[in-house]
């Protein structure tokens, strides 16, 4: 095998993984290590509060993160099905997208979508990190109003019952 193309497996699995161990950390509420995953700017284009699709610092994503999803009671992101191309100390990952958030037990509590990721990601000495992320839903669902689950939970943040 030519050594580029063992160097774009081995670059190929990091960014795979780098993504995935993003999404873990922010289902698990873990703040640090979503921060692990971040680049010193990011981007978020996407249908959320507190969102700017214009590269913030990470010290500011991390902050509107919190506010935002800090206060579902759970979450979860699949993101199955990575396409990766790998472009020097840049790649792109393009991979399927299912998500819910919750704020309680109950149906209303509870909203999902699915759609597409576009996630880039730079190289910053061994590891990348992710610098943008793109959701393009395709349909959300659930007996929650998204809008209303949001506001939900962002004031459960702010009444410090979230995840800090």
């Given at each position: 095998?030519?050594?580029?193309?063992?160097?774009?497996l081995?670059?190929?699995a990091?960014?795979?993984?780098?993504?995935?161990?993003?999404?873990?950390?922010?289902d698990?509420?873990d703040?640090?290590?979503?921060?692990?995953?971040?680049a010193?700017?990011?981007?978020?284009?996407a249908?959320?509060?507190?969102t700017?699709?214009?590269?913030?610092?990470?010290?500011?994503?991390?902050?509107?993160?919190k506010a935002?999803?800090?206060g579902?009671?759970?979450?979860?992101?699949?993101?199955?099905?990575?396409?990766?191309?790998v472009?020097?100390?840049?790649?792109?990952?393009?991979?399927?997208?299912?998500?819910?958030?919750?704020?309680?037990p109950d149906?209303?509590?509870?909203?999902?979508?699915?759609?597409?990721?576009?996630?880039?990601?730079?190289?910053?000495?061994?590891?990348w990190?992710?610098?943008?992320?793109?959701?393009?839903?395709v349909r959300?669902?659930?007996e929650?109003?998204?809008?209303?689950?949001?506001a939900?939970?962002m004031?459960?943040?702010d009444?410090?019952?979230?995840?800090?």
């Amino acid at each position: 095998m030519r050594a580029d193309a063992l160097q774009y497996l081995l670059d190929r699995a990091e960014v795979s993984d780098a993504v995935k161990r993003f999404f873990i950390a922010l289902d698990r509420f873990d703040w640090a290590g979503v921060e692990r995953e971040v680049a010193d700017e990011f981007t978020l284009v996407a249908n959320a509060p507190g969102t700017v699709a214009a590269p913030v610092p990470r010290a500011e994503f991390m902050r509107t993160l919190k506010a935002r999803n800090g206060g579902f009671t759970g979450t979860i992101h699949l993101n199955p099905d990575h396409l990766v191309t790998v472009d020097g100390d840049r790649a792109h990952v393009t991979a399927h997208m299912w998500a819910a958030h919750m704020v309680g037990p109950d149906p209303k509590d509870v909203f999902w979508g699915y759609g597409i990721y576009e996630i880039d990601l730079i190289r910053d000495g061994e590891r990348w990190l992710l610098s943008s992320q793109r959701i393009d839903m395709v349909r959300g669902e659930g007996e929650g109003d998204p809008a209303d689950v949001f506001a939900r939970a962002m004031a459960r943040q702010d009444s410090g019952q979230g995840h800090y």
